[in-house]
Structure formats: structure tokens, C-alpha cells
């Protein structure tokens, strides 16, 4: 299988610790997402990458939260002193920034902050 | 400020019929829009696209009109199949590739 991979799918963590969650895109493309989606509610935009620089990043992307794409490959999403409010499914994906293309998900990592 | 809206949080069609999903976004600047279509506990999987510069796009049985002036997309399937039930997000974009995406409506296609 050649799509996004997400993992772990789950964790459930005690509040104020942190969590990791790890991407790796389809593999030829440049570009790598991060959304969260809480229920009822559409994903919304965290941050992306265009190879390993981080180009843009949203408002809703506390200082608690870092994102990382070291090589240009895999990403991390660290949240750290998790928040009840964090409870959330982080999501990822990836697309090959040659114009206007697909962007393509991953099937999500569930965090459940207690 | 909802940028991308799905006015109908749930709709019921029973099977062969069809479906019609409809979104309206506000920001002009948008210029590229995609349906996804959601299961339980999975992420999105991409459905279709439309650039601005069209005003229809079809594949198989899905078919996504585009009403710039309205600023209105639709999404529709033809026939409805059980399988097609699931959530599906309405999703814009403008020049950076990053999605707004819609709050979904939720599909149930009923024997």
C-alpha cells in the first residue's frame, strides 16, 4: 500500500503529558499536511510542508504543538502538556506540487487526552 | 467566519435514486474545490475536483457543477448505492493548496 500512513491510530494520554504522532506521505510528493478534526466539524488547517521547510502554519497551532519534517520525507506532530481540548483525530496528507493537485489523507491518529 | 458551508448536516435518499449535496463558500479568491467523502474513525478520501474554470466535472457516477457567480457547488450521484453512505466535506482552495473544508453532511442511502 502506497498511501499516507499514520501512526499510532490511537493513543489516549493523561493531561500535561506529551504525544508524538508520526506521517509518512505518499512518496513522491513534496508536500505534507496537517489538519485536525474534533466532531462535527470539517478538518481544519494545522500547518504544511513543501519538502522540509515549513511554509505555513494556522493560528490554531498553539506553542504547545511543533511539527517537523526533518528530510523532506516523514513528518512529526509533537503536542506537548496535552489539553482536554486536544482530544482530537490529527490528520495528515500529502500532494505533489505541480500545480493544482489532489491532496490525498492518511486514515488519522485519534488522540483522547484524560 | 465559515468560509466553506454544507447547510445540510444530513441527508436521506433511498438507493438509485439521486443524491445531491450542495456547499456554498464565500471568499472569491477560491479557485479549486474537492469533495470528500468520510467513513467512521478514517480520514478523508478524495471524490472529485473542479477548477474554477470549469463549471461541471463527471466521473462515473458523480457529477460536480460549480456556480462561480452563485458561489455554489454541487455534488451529484447517480445512481445512489447503500455503499455511499458516509460523510462528505465540500473543500476549497485558493493559490497556497491549503483546504477549507465544509462541516459535512451526512448520507444515508436506504434500500
Known amino acids: 500500500d502506497t498511501g499516507v500512513s499514520q501512526n499510532p491510530r490511537h493513543k489516549i494520554t493523561k493531561r500535561g503529558q506529551n504525544v508524538t504522532f508520526r506521517c509518512d506521505p505518499i512518496?513522491?510528493?513534496?508536500?505534507l499536511y496537517w489538519y485536525r478534526q474534533t466532531l462535527g466539524q470539517g478538518p481544519e488547517f494545522l500547518t504544511y510542508f513543501q519538502n522540509e521547510a515549513q511554509l505555513e502554519k494556522s493560528r490554531l497551532l498553539s506553542d504547545r504543538f511543533s511539527a517537523e519534517r526533518p528530510k523532506g520525507s516523514f513528518s512529526t506532530l509533537e503536542i506537548q502538556r496535552t489539553e482536554q481540548g486536544d482530544s482530537a483525530m490529527y490528520l495528515c496528507?500529502?500532494?505533489?506540487?505541480?500545480?493544482?493537485?489532489?491532496?490525498?489523507f492518511g486514515e488519522g491518529s485519534w488522540l483522547t487526552v484524560v | 467566519d465559515q468560509q466553506v458551508k454544507q447547510n445540510s448536516p444530513s441527508l436521506s435518499v433511498q438507493e438509485g435514486r439521486i443524491s445531491i449535496l450542495n456547499c456554498d463558500y464565500t471568499n472569491s479568491m477560491f479557485d479549486y474545490f474537492l469533495w470528500y467523502k468520510k467513513y467512521p474513525a478514517e480520514g478523508p478520501t478524495f471524490l472529485i475536483s473542479?477548477?474554477?474554470?470549469?463549471d461541471k466535472n463527471e466521473d462515473g457516477r458523480f457529477t460536480v457543477f460549480l456556480n462561480k457567480s452563485a458561489k455554489h457547488l454541487s455534488l451529484h450521484i447517480v445512481p445512489s448505492q447503500p455503499g455511499d453512505s458516509a460523510v462528505y466535506f465540500c473543500a476549497a482552495s485558493a493559490d497556497t493548496d491549503k483546504l477549507i473544508f465544509g462541516t459535512g453532511t451526512r448520507l444515508q442511502v436506504f434500500p
Open positions: 473542479i477548477s474554477s474554470i470549469k
Open positions: 512518496s513522491e510528493h513534496n508536500r
Open positions: 496528507a500529502s500532494s505533489l506540487r505541480t500545480g493544482r493537485n489532489t491532496i490525498y
